[in-house]
């Protein structure tokens, strides 16, 4: 009876995960995060594939991934976003495809449908709100249904966002409740670091695409809101923030938006999703994290101690609002980007040294009450403050990667004390688990700077 049984069950796939546009500008850092934890002691990673249109390239990307030494035997994989085919034979072969490939808006869903189909996890690192929503609004009860859990946004957008605020919530300890929280994004470095073109591509067609975000919010149910002690807060688009020393430019950011998503979630599953296998310890253990965790306001910004530096970055804000809006002005910024968006983006993206230079600060400066007694609707302004910092390498191509292999590696080897399958967003998902720890352990750090009654 035992081998009929072992007989009849699908065999695991080859490959414990692909890396899906792994010759990319972000998905080359991407394999060689992923290299430092194959067949490791205590790392579930055993097997990786590469995958995407060019061979050659791939290769070429493995080379350089494991220099000065001989890359290892990992196999090539040809997949093509158009060719569902193709897709399909992918997901087939692995437990987990991590999507490079953007933008997502014209690249992802067929990715996406392709892994729920066929049953097989997803992570990505879109920051695209459009594509994130669709998302969800196409597939979440079938990936529910086909034990395919897919997450978005698994990289800096928009992990340290919502890791940083649940960090921020988690410090207000009853009776103190939270009003808002304001994160300022501070990006360092000793040179001029340029992004992508696929990062630009992304927000021109973030621009030229508002309308159908839109339309796709008002077609879906509404969902939950959290109740949020106190008024609700007014957000200058620009302002000095004289406790860390910044002037800030109001963003609009993914962030902000996969927070919303993770509080209405939250609100509609009080003490979060139940993992498709878990013990009572491990349920526990998930409400009592979620206990702790007190919805707030929240926005982003875009923090620096030059005034000059604000006013360039509004500038190319206004170029992109305005030619991103015609077919015609989307053509030139996709022909030259570095001169539309003053420099900030470059078809080559950034050098290695550049990478190497560059960190960021994320300050989350919370405002709220030391008592729920204190709180009114209309009169009371909050008396309590709490800074918390997230802190860590190069956005683009050194934090992303982290957080992606991290999130990757928690789906190996905790899969059973996560959500069967759906759509969800990494907070919902990562927030019980220790990712914070992991990224900790990796050079991304999570501190409380000060707590303050006003």
């Known amino acids: 009876m035992a081998d009929l049984h072992t007989s009849t069950q699908n065999p695991p796939p080859p490959y414990d995960l692909i890396i899906l546009g792994a010759s990319g500008f972000t ?29 050659a390239k791939l290769t070429q990307t493995l080379k350089w991934a494991t220099h000065p030494n001989p890359p290892p035997p990992i196999p090539i994989l040809t997949a093509d976003t158009n060719d569902v085919s193709s897709l399909h034979h992918l997901c087939s072969q692995t437990k987990i495809i991590l999507n490079c490939v953007g933008p997502f808006r014209l690249h992802g869903d067929p990715v996406v449908a392709a892994c729920v189909e066929i049953g ?38 928009s992990v340290p966002a919502e890791m940083g605020l649940l960090f921020n919530s988690r410090q ?20 001029k670091i340029v992004g992508n073109i696929g990062t630009f591509e992304s927000a021109v067609l973030g621009v030229s695409s508002v309308h159908n975000l839109r339309e796709l919010r008002r077609s879906r149910p509404k969902r939950s809101k959290p109740v949020i002690p106190g008024p609700t807060p007014k957000w200058p688009v620009l302002e000095h923030q004289k406790k ?26 009080p003490g979060g999703l139940p993992g498709k296998n878990e013990s009572i310890e491990q349920i526990f253990n998930r409400e009592a994290y979620w206990s702790t965790v007190k919805p707030a306001h929240f926005g982003v910004k875009f923090g620096s101690k030059s005034l000059l530096s604000i006013l360039y970055v509004m500038t190319f804000g206004v170029i992109l609002g305005i030619f991103g809006q015609f077919s015609f002005g989307r053509r030139l910024l996709f022909k030259f980007p570095s001169f539309f968006s003053l420099g900030l983006f470059s078809k080559k993206g950034p050098s290695e040294d550049e990478v190497k230079s560059a960190s960021f600060k994320m300050w989350f400066v919370g405002h709220g009450y030391s008592d729920t007694s204190l709180v009114s609707q209309e009169k009371s302004k909050p008396d309590m403050e709490i800074v918390t910092r997230v802190m860590g390498p190069e ?38 688990t220790d990712l914070q720890q992991r990224l900790q352990d990796n050079g991304i750090t999570f501190d409380v700077v000060s707590r303050n009654v006003l």
């Not at 990673?45 to 249109?53: E, F, H, Q, T, V």
């Not at 938006?257 to 509609?268: A, H, K, Q, Y």
């Open 172 to 191: 207000w300890v009853d009776p103190a409740v939270p009003n808002r929280v304001d994160a300022y994004l501070s990006l360092e470095s000793d040179k």
């Open 395 to 432: 956005i683009g191509y050194v934090t992303t990667p982290i957080i992606l292999v991290q999130c990757a590696l928690i789906l190996l080897n905790q899969r059973d004390n996560l959500p069967k399958g759906g759509v969800f967003t990494p907070g919902i998902v990562f927030g019980p």
């Open 120 to 157: 097989t996890d997803y992570l990505d690192i879109t920051g695209e709100p459009e594509f994130m929503e669709l998302m969800e609004a196409r597939y979440h009860q079938k990936a529910v249904d086909s034990g395919s859990l897919v997450v978005s946004a698994c990289g800096f957008d």
């Open 27 to 55: 998905g080359k850092y991407v394999v060689k995060e992923a290299l430092k934890f194959l067949n490791t002691p205590s790392s579930p990673l055993n097997s990786i594939a590469l995958a995407g249109r060019n061979p």
């Open 244 to 269: 860390i020393g910044l002037w800030a430019l109001k963003l609009p950011s993914a962030d902000a938006i996969v927070v919303r998503r993770t509080f209405s979630t939250l609100t509609e599953n």
